[in-house]
């Protein structure tokens, strides 16, 4: 979400004559976009606040000016914090503003040095009403926020104070959007949301109609050119009958779904006001599996959450076993200031986090490498999104999100390609063009993908 977010702030600050610097070296302008979901995040933001202070001061004995803005979650949650703590920064300015960024700069240029603009509110009218068409093409490979914020106030997360109130962009908006994102030279385009499957946009701007993600995906999948569609992230309580029914029915979204859990505990989940047991989470992977047999799961977990005892823990390991992941997300538990679990008295002690973090990690591990070793052998379709670290090599995406390098010539950079897989690591595939049939039309959908994965091995 934040790469896209940057990416619109550019859009934003295009027709002001700012275009993206190399190194913030004698830059014009440095954005600080940020991220508050987990760990020191504020203490971050300062410490590079000092690092980022010596250039403003270089530029400034230049006799040239910067500006220095803190963007993103961090700058909503700690808001004029910031402006007293780095007297440095002009501009402070939360997720729902940026498109007000041209105002706060003009602001900031007459202002005197110290004396910095903040715009941290939640404003009535959507950012999206008023964002430019997108200035630069990102690429094969794009991403289309179309949901933002959250009302499900799990105890441990921040975004809904952070992010605000769910909100669904209209569907005609979306549409759009994907139209020229298409036009632009995207094959793949990724549905971005903090809980994306709770997207319930006005499929017209007089009608009540409201679509939900699955309809959504199904009208953006008949859009021409448009090879491949993934959204994240989502939650267990979203994944509608409509929307599981999607996976089975679009070829063009591809196997794959990040769906997190966060604990195989049901007295954790409830701690946490999941609003979901470990079964309804079992549940629906095998509705999922069911409609698409081949999907490649992904999950995020937190350990150590206050009061998850060795019992709670070892819940989570038996689901993560019975289950089965792609790969996955692991984290300590990390209290957010103003979160109802910062304030739970019964924290686990570091030492027993980190513990139930490395098994738990050891066994996600072992999945992603089984499942990665499952695809040496097969045909996947690949994305060649990237050029890689040795020459005569592409980086691209399986369907199934694997990372996939492959020995291509840079002209097929930007082409949907067949790869026969010929070596698993633990991070990622390495392959070669599929036969003769590599130099390029070939039908960019799934391909052979492995199936059903990890009912074959048993996991
Ligand atoms: N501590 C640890 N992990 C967290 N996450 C969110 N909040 C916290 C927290 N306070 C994790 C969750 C979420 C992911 C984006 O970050 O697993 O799904
Ligand atoms: Fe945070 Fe996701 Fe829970 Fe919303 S559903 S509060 S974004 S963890």
Excluded at 16 to 30: N, R
Excluded at 357 to 386: C, D, I, P, W, Y
Aim: net charge negative.
């Amino acid at each position: 979400m934040n790469v896209y977010d940057s990416a619109r702030m550019a859009d934003v600050l295009a027709p002001l004559g700012y275009e993206p610097a190399g190194s913030p070296e004698g830059a014009d302008m440095i954005v600080l976009n940020t991220c508050h979901i987990r760990e020191k995040a504020a203490e971050k933001v300062f410490s590079e606040l000092g690092r980022l202070k010596q250039f403003k001061i270089a530029k400034e004995a230049d006799g040239g000016r910067m500006l220095i803005a803190v963007a993103g979650c961090v700058a909503q949650a700690e808001g004029r914090e910031i402006l007293r703590r780095a007297p440095q920064v002009d501009v402070v300015l939360g997720p729902q503003t940026y498109h007000r960024l041209p105002e706060m700069i003009a602001k900031a240029m007459r202002a005197a040095p110290g004396a910095g603009v903040l715009d941290t509110d939640f404003p009535p009218e959507s950012k999206f009403d008023h964002l430019p068409e997108e200035a630069a093409s990102q690429g094969p490979a794009a991403f289309l926020s179309v949901q933002e914020g959250c009302d499900k106030f799990c105890t441990f997360c921040v975004v809904p104070y952070t992010r605000g109130a769910e909100f669904s962009r209209p569907v005609g908006q979306v549409v759009a959007e994907a139209e020229r994102l298409v036009a632009d030279g995207a094959l793949e385009i990724t549905l971005l949301g903090q809980n994306v499957n709770a997207y319930h946009g006005q499929a017209s701007v007089e009608g009540a109609e409201i679509w939900g993600l699955g309809r959504l995906i199904r009208r953006l999948a008949g859009i021409d050119g448009l090879k491949r569609l993934r959204y994240t992230t989502s939650h267990p309580r979203d994944m509608d009958d409509d929307l599981i029914e999607t996976h089975g029915a679009v070829k063009e979204l591809m196997p794959y779904l990040h769906l997190p859990v966060q604990s195989g505990s049901d007295r954790v989940l409830e701690a946490m006001n999941r609003r979901h047991t470990a079964d309804d989470y079992r549940r629906i992977v095998e509705r999922l599996r069911r409609a698409r047999p081949d999907l490649a799961l992904s999950s995020d977990f937190i350990v150590g959450f206050p009061g998850e005892t060795d019992r709670d823990f070892a819940e989570t390991l038996r689901l993560v076993t019975e289950t089965g992941f792609a790969q996955a997300y692991s984290f300590k538990y990390s209290p957010r200031p103003g979160t109802p679990a910062a304030m739970a008295e019964c924290q686990v002690p570091e030492a027993v986090k980190a513990g139930r973090l490395a098994m738990l990690q050891t066994l996600l591990n072992e999945q992603q490498a089984a499942f990665n070793q499952m695809s040496v052998g097969k045909t996947m379709s690949v994305l060649l999104e990237r050029p890689g670290r040795r020459s005569g090599q592409l980086v691209g995406r399986s369907p199934h999100m694997q990372a996939v390098h492959v020995s291509a010539p840079e002209h097929l950079l930007g082409r949907v390609v067949d790869v026969e897989i010929e070596a698993g690591h633990p991070n990622s595939l390495a392959g070669c063009l599929a036969g003769d049939r590599a130099a390029g039309a070939i039908d960019p959908g799934v391909g052979a993908a492995p199936d059903g994965p990890f009912r074959q091995a048993g996991l």
